[in-house]
């Protein structure tokens, strides 16, 4: 009997071609690159081109030392970073190979079982087809945004069958983005307990089983911990942390003309269709209905806040690439339409993104070469630990007088530029948030001052005075600075890339920054706070409603900061929420590297750089109460 129903299936046509449609479609998307080839910058960029490069040779460098993720470092990326970053820097070939195979079994589990359940198969051949055109050759981080689609669609399988073979997927996917990228992983899990609670109330399958699948990836999780070397409270608060901060102040102006208003428009119709198909059909519940519901609004709404919050053109392409991933893992939009005219407007949110990419951003066509897969076989033959590395080459050496110095004793290097301790071979000791404009939170920052406010700071710091978006680089992590003033010194003022770096040392008699709570109170919004030397000023502001909800559907409400100088010009920087409670401080206007290093050695030419005057300006008055609460600490 089994071995007719087997000679049917095969002999069927439709399913013949479905899956070759499959098997193709998951060749086209395997990837044509094995790792990451990481190089050194070239002198004369812009110094945030070397933000990225930095975060990414950095996470490789703190698990081939041994730290711990969230105490040691806390990122949004975890220990299995590399799967996504594809920096093959001391990680073995095996684990490359391994991800890309479950990825592509996935794409072709994906592509066949859609095409099967389709109720047009034309349309479904069509929506892989512009998956294939859509994603770029170099996908690498975004790869989370792929395991989340795929996670949706095996959740609504289980939901349809709860077979174990479904929820083997599940819990892999789960397992693979918490220790990779938790911010996507986070919500990972509300998606998972959504189908097996569903199944639960509905008596959808054995009990017993279904709770025993969402144990399962809290005990691999738990268990995984320990040779991952992952404080798991701590890795998970400080991802929460960064999720909360990014949200509140990494948002920029839209970049891309139109993309909002296409975007919604996608959305508007997606929703409008999954609502007809679904409330059509009196045989589905409430309950199923509620959580396809969920399923689907929140793969599209993760899609919308990742390209919208930052809005910058690589993020706001990432919503038109995935978005037909995004539909072709909610079968619902497409396994029974109720007319032709459904049908016909389904077209449109597969069809816009294509024109978006295609049209309006100039994108080339790159099918063919995503066809050619010999470079990613050289190159897995060819592997080392350190094929990738060619940083080593040491094309833009530190000065000799610095590097001898440092020599080997524990450097860091502010406000970001990693790479550049990495590829001149020092003993890098990072902060555990590595990079400075991203101690966007109170709790991060206080991370990173902990870290500096004890014995095992670093001896020595290269120093830059940057940060990005407008901001004001001396509050991207303000106690940090303020122990660097403390307990560092000149030990060189140097030129490197046409900019003016200090290589700082810590001083012999360490002393510990002391914050003494001195008062509290209240003012009201836009009201001058006048600085006063050696006073350190955490400032709060509290969202109306309205204020929490623009937080949650786009990003936190912005704040602009104004300072008026002694000379009397008032210059404007970007801050937020959470960077004014993480604290502000000095009666200095600071403006150049040259003035921090006034600072650690009090020089006369900052009397005239005094501030006479901060202010806090809601750019939406009706986002906020009306009052900011301060609080003043004596720096002892």
């Known amino acids: 009997m089994k071995s007719n129903i087997s000679k049917d299936f095969f002999k069927s046509k439709t399913t013949i071609f479905g899956l070759c449609v499959a098997f193709m479609g998951a060749f086209i998307l395997f990837p044509n690159y094995l790792e990451l080839n990481i190089m050194p910058l070239s002198l004369g960029k812009e110094l945030w081109m070397s933000l990225d490069p930095s975060w990414v040779v950095a996470l490789n460098y703190v698990k081939i030392k041994g730290m711990t993720w969230g105490t040691d470092i806390a ?19 095996l684990t490359f190979l391994l991800f890309d195979l479950f990825i592509a079994c996935n794409y072709f589990l994906l592509f066949f079982i859609s095409f099967q359940k389709s109720g047009s ?21 975004a790869n989370a945004m792929v395991l989340m689609a795929f996670l949706v669609f095996w959740i609504r399988m289980s939901i349809e069958k709860p077979k174990w073979f479904y929820y083997v997927f599940q819990i892999a996917i789960i397992t693979l983005l918490f220790f990779a990228k938790f911010n996507t992983g986070l919500i990972a899990f509300p998606l998972f ?16 089983a279904l709770l025993s699948y969402a144990i399962v990836p809290i005990v691999l999780i738990i268990a995984l911990c320990f040779p991952f070397k992952v404080d798991l409270f701590a890795y998970v608060k400080s991802g929460f942390e960064i999720v909360s901060g990014y949200n509140d102040v990494m948002y920029l102006k839209n970049q891309l003309e139109y993309s909002y208003s296409i975007a919604l428009f996608i959305i508007v119709i997606l929703t409008a269709i999954i ?28 899609l919308f806040k990742q390209a919208f919050v930052r809005g910058d053109v690589g993020h706001l392409k ?43 951003c100039d994108k080339e066509v790159d099918i063919k070469d995503k066809f050619r897969k010999t470079d990613y076989i050289s190159a897995y033959k060819e592997f080392t630990t350190t094929s990738g590395m060619h940083l080593y080459q040491n094309n833009f050496p530190l000065p000799a007088s610095v590097l001898q110095k440092i020599g080997t004793n ?20 990072p902060r555990p948030t590595i990079q400075s404009y991203s101690a966007f939170t109170p709790y991060l920052e206080k991370l990173n001052f902990e870290h500096y406010n004890a014995s095992k700071a670093p001896e020595f710091v290269i120093y830059d005075y940057a940060s990005i978006d407008d901001r004001y680089p001396l509050f991207d992590e303000s106690r940090v600075n303020v ?42 919004l836009n009201a001058p706070l006048v600085p006063k030397e050696g006073v350190y000023y955490e400032i709060y502001f509290y969202h109306s409603l309205k204020g929490k909800m623009v937080s949650v559907l786009e990003h936190a409400p912005e704040i602009r900061m104004e300072i008026l100088a002694s000379d009397g ?21 600071i403006t150049q590297t040259s003035d921090i290093m006034n600072m650690i050695q009090p020089n006369e030419s900052l009397k005239n750089r005094q501030i006479r005057a901060y202010y806090f300006k809601p750019i939406h008055l009706n986002s906020f109460n009306d009052k900011m609460k301060i609080i003043e600490y004596k720096i002892n």
């Open 121 to 141: 198969k034309l349309l479904t051949v069509f929506i892989i087809l512009s998956i294939c055109l859509l994603f770029p050759i170099w996908l690498g981080s």
């Open 75 to 93: 990122f949004t990326y975890g220990p299995l970073a590399h799967l996504l970053t594809r920096a093959g820097w001391g990680e073995s070939k």
């Open 569 to 589: 010009t008032l210059t404007q920087f970007k801050t937020s929420k959470l960077l004014l409670e993480s604290g502000i401080f000095s009666s200095q206007f």
């Open 483 to 524: 122990a660097l003033v403390t307990n560092y010194e000149l030990a060189e003022l140097f030129e490197y890339d046409g900019r003016k770096l200090l290589l700082l040392q810590k001083k012999k008699e360490f002393k510990k920054v002391i914050f003494t709570k001195v008062k509290e109170y209240a003012m009201y």
């Open 410 to 429: 524990t450097v860091d290097v502010f406000p970001w530029n990693i790479q550049l301790l990495i590829e001149n071979k020092l003993n890098y000791l």
């Open 318 to 360: 990432d919503f038109f690439v995935f978005i037909p991933l995004i539909v072709l893992c909610n079968i619902d939009l497409y396994a029974n339409f109720r007319n032709k005219y459904i049908k016909l407007l389904f077209l449109v949110p597969i069809v816009l993104p294509i024109y978006f990419i295609y049209i309006r």
């Open 193 to 208: 307990l959504s189908g097996i609670t569903y199944n639960i109330l509905s008596k959808n399958g054995n009990r017993i």
């Open 275 to 302: 609502f007809i198909n679904n409330y059509s059909n009196k045989k589905e519940s409430w309950l199923k209905t509620a959580v396809l519901l969920f399923l689907f609004g929140t793969s599209v709404f993760v």
